[in-house]
């Protein structure tokens, strides 16, 4: 049997011929979503891996790209996916290669427009945590050093005398997890909704799942991290779901507070503060059947049929 001989076909530049604008963009963009979040998730998971195990230059050298570059392409993606495909298609280690300060921040402005929760983001901020040199609880320092064993630019910069960076430290002291931790929440979050959203653009995703990511995402975020009363999440779900929130032991009224908040957004159980007891609590169900959705200021918005 004679064998046939099947030419290669050029996906792209046909459907650009065929004027198929909108199939091409789709197919660019599926693409590099599924891969930049892919590489980004296993580069922080070797990471948070090295950090737990103490290896600390390994695991700042590690969150390095992630967030400087896969988290840029991501929100240039969201923020403009038109002009980012317009500089991916031609001379990219060009036009996607040391982008100024001035336009990280535009893209990361433009990005945090197109999130929920977008009041709760700043772009300059974003910056001075993952780009600038000269912020000393900022991440660049610090990877400037894990990356090399000397260093000369600024004061926070400078390799000291009789030293070479990081690989004199001692390795159980917490030093590190303080600086990770002071920042890390923060752009963790910011990762996770522009993740969320780059999907969204790719395949519309359920809206009560949607929501129910990112309430749990930016709710994990205020019961543990927000270091003042201002709970707009927490309040907005004791109003919704104060018809539930009675202990099934002591038949008390249940808060949903900064302690017992986390567990039941990870693992769907409530502690009641009175007694103690530990209950399932189908935080998933409940809030598909109120309808809460997050807003685009810090507080989030019911129906007024609420469960």
Request: aromatic residues 12%.
């Amino acid at each position: 049997m004679e064998q046939q001989i099947v030419e290669d076909f050029d996906l792209l530049k046909f459907m650009k011929e065929k004027n198929l604008i909108e199939p091409y963009k789709h197919h660019l963009i599926s693409h590099l979503v599924l891969r930049l979040v892919g590489d980004m998730l296993n580069f922080l998971y070797e990471a948070f891996s090295a950090f737990e195990k103490r290896k600390f230059t390994v695991g700042w050298s590690l969150l390095r790209k992630p967030f400087k570059e896969n988290l840029l392409f991501l929100s240039w993606i969201l923020a403009n996916e038109d002009e980012f495909i317009e500089k991916f298609e031609s001379d990219n280690h060009k036009t996607l290669n040391n982008v100024k300060k001035e336009k990280q921040i535009e893209i990361y402005d433009a990005a945090i427009k197109k999130i929920p929760n977008s009041s709760a983001y700043s772009a300059e901020l974003l910056w001075d945590h993952i780009y600038s040199k000269n912020h000393a609880t900022g991440f660049e320092p610090m990877w400037q050093r894990a990356t090399h064993l000397i260093t000369s630019q600024g004061d926070l910069l400078k390799t000291g005398d009789y030293t070479i960076n990081l690989i004199f430290d001692n390795p159980y002291s917490n030093h590190h997890y303080d600086l990770l931790y002071g920042r890390l929440p923060y752009v963790m979050i910011y990762l996770s909704s522009i993740a969320f959203e780059c999907f969204n653009r790719i395949l519309r995703m359920n809206d009560r799942t949607y929501n129910h990511m990112a309430i749990v995402s930016l709710g994990c975020y205020e019961a543990l991290f927000i270091n003042n009363r201002h709970t707009p999440i927490i309040k907005s779900l004791n109003k919704s779901f104060k018809s539930f929130l009675k202990c099934i032991h002591c038949s008390k009224d249940i808060k949903i507070n900064k302690r017992n908040a986390p567990a039941m957004y990870i693992r769907d159980q409530l502690t009641c503060d009175k007694c103690g007891l530990q209950s399932s609590f189908p935080f998933y169900w409940l809030m598909g059947q109120s309808k809460m959705t997050v807003s685009d200021n810090p507080k989030m918005q019911t129906s007024k049929n609420e469960v």
